[in-house]
């Protein structure tokens, strides 16, 4: 079956540091893979995606690039904000059949000023 | 455009009681899912709706859950009775196709707490 690993934290950095949050998947076929993100007290929001491999998301300063050959949609920031704090989930979406998005565990980052 | 809303935003009930959430979906979105995340654990699957149809419930985790999406438009999810381990983050999400390059909207989710 499909999986989603990511590491577990909490992740703590100060303002201005770089960030990575490393997910591997394991999934048949070509799936699509997500970044959602659910700020304190809100929903969970659609960070970034890619459909295919080699294919780079990006959004408000993150980006995560679609490896098939390491099966990683690892997630970066060059300078992190004490905005960016919130909890990180790495998804993904088999291709082809009905739609059921696997998460991983979600990774809880705080970011200190 | 309205996203999916969700209600309750959060409730407390004691265990042995009823709740029931209710979600609405984006407007023209023949798919709805529910989603639950127990704390500290995977956002996990529970169930697909393809207009008011399940299309796989493969994720109730048993009968004490009951979805249910009455002329395709809004869902509601019964639990009863409530148990303590029924606590938990609930998500409704909707989309307009079931192609995998389509996004999935999620809600702000239903909190629940059973005690």
């Known amino acids: 079956g499909n999986s989603v690993t990511q590491m577990e934290g909490p992740v703590t950095l100060s303002e201005e540091a770089f960030l990575t949050i490393n997910c591997t998947y394991t999934?048949?076929?070509?799936?699509?893979l997500f970044w959602y993100v659910q700020y304190p007290g809100e929903g969970l929001q659609l960070l970034l995606k890619a459909t295919k491999a080699d294919d780079k998301g990006s959004n408000k300063g993150f980006e995560a690039t679609y490896r098939k050959e390491t099966t990683s949609f690892h997630l970066e920031k060059g300078s992190v904000q004490v905005s960016d704090s919130a909890v990180y989930f790495c998804?993904?979406?088999?291709?082809?059949?009905?739609?059921?998005?696997?998460f991983g565990i979600g990774t809880k980052l705080q970011v200190i000023p | 455009e309205a996203g999916v809303t969700q209600f309750p935003s959060h409730s407390v009930i004691e265990k042995g009681q009823t709740v029931t959430l209710r979600c609405d979906p984006i407007?023209?979105?023949?798919?709805l899912y529910w989603y639950r995340r127990v704390m500290g654990k995977e956002i996990k699957f529970l169930l697909h709706f393809v207009k008011e149809s399940k299309q796989d419930e493969s994720g109730m985790p048993n009968n004490r859950f009951l979805a249910e999406r009455t002329g395709g438009t809004y869902s509601t999810l019964k639990v009863q009775p409530a148990e303590l381990e029924d606590s938990g983050v609930y998500f409704c999400a909707s989309s307009q196709g079931t192609r995998s390059g389509n996004t999935i909207y999620f809600g702000e989710g239903s909190w629940l707490t059973v005690v």
């Open positions: 998804a993904l979406l088999n291709s082809g059949g009905y739609q059921k998005v696997t």
């Open positions: 999934a048949t076929g070509y799936p699509s």
């Open positions: 407007s023209g979105h023949d798919n």
